[in-house]
């Protein structure tokens, strides 16, 4: 009976949706549509999703949106860069700016040809996961970018994604492709005006050629009663390096999918995040660094600060294959929790199958040491500003990793203005 209600529930939700009108490949959205007709949303009790409740998100009613908010805040994290917005998953012309770079297609999947997005969905997995089948089979738009080979982009590129208006679903889709010897940096910003009880459902999927160099920011800012899913599902061919900085600061319900496929020797793989949750917020990051061939090496550092009633999940998962030896795999995920209510679920894991790896991973939650809260106070300061100090000083091991000055004075910012702050 309760499998039944729950089907009921997930097709009532996407029969309100707008099937997709991109030129995907008629199989993927064909498996994507025959995925859901057999799915009902997690929950608990489904392993992945033990931590994360997505019954708020299943009991939207989706509104169809026809129309642009006419007016909107400039959202901007990089002033001086090539930006695109999309409001609600719909490109925003007349919000984005910036001139053409050489070597470089970036466009919204509106204007891609059918040959362009040949390869959208062969990354993103469709069996058994709802949100990434919703997303395929009524995605709206998202952003089409391919690094020619040989480019080395100078400037940044940003895309900016607003979440507006009241029981909003937004799909979007994203397709990176950077080629061979090319080196991109590339900002993503989550952000909601004006929204109540919207879903942002974001997939994107990014091929990262040989001797390729990948660097994405990737900073959510949502309003409190707003939920988001964002997966990123990565391949990368040999020599390459990938980094992706992720800086959850602000959403009532966030979950990131991060899964990434080091295909090819000789990888440098970079997985950093920190979340800042308050209130009754709730993070959950997942993460899988699947090892594939051999010589390769990858750093994971997830932070976090939980306050109040918030909530956080950290799983991440390393594969080393058989066949992938003299593997460098490092993981780490760190908590401090500021309040008595505050939690934090926590598990890192590695499945070896290969005998020569250097491998470790490891798991802290605590609370600020309240010895060294009493030296800082003995030095002049006050019990708020050492606790903050010693606060912004755990967080910023993760920080430091950020390169970009644009991202992390705009992350500064942030949490100067959401939690005092003094950098």
Known sequence: MSTTLSINKLAKFTTALTPTSLTFSQDVIKDALAQLSSSEFPTTRNEQWKYTRVGKIAAIEPQVKTEYTRKLPKYSIAENAVTFV??????????????????????????????????????????????????SAYASDGIYIHIASNTIVQKKIQIIQILTGNQTVANTRNYLFCDKFSKAEIIFGAFSHDATNSFNNVVTEILVEENADLTIDKIQYEEAGNYTIATENVQQAKDSTFTINTLTLNGTIVRNNLTINVAGTNCTTNLNGAYLLKENQHVDNHTVVDHLTPHCNSNELYKGVIDDKATAVFNGKVFVRKDAQKINAFQSNGNVLLSDNASVNSKPELEIYADDVK??????????????????????????????LMVSAFIGDVLEKIESEDVLAFTQKILQERFGWEF
Do not use: W
């Open 86 to 135: 999309f409001e609600n998953g719909i490109f925003r012309s007349d919000l984005s700016y910036g001139e053409v770079i050489n070597g470089v297609t970036i466009k919204p999947l509106t204007a891609c040809t059918a040959a362009e997005l040949v390869s959208v969905g062969k990354l993103a997995k469709i069996e058994g996961d709802v949100f990434n089948s919703m997303n």
């Open 359 to 388: 491998c470790s991973h490891g798991s802290t939650t605590g609370q600020l040491d309240e010895e060294a809260v009493f030296y800082l106070r003995a030095r002049g300061l006050s019990e708020k500003s050492a606790r903050h």
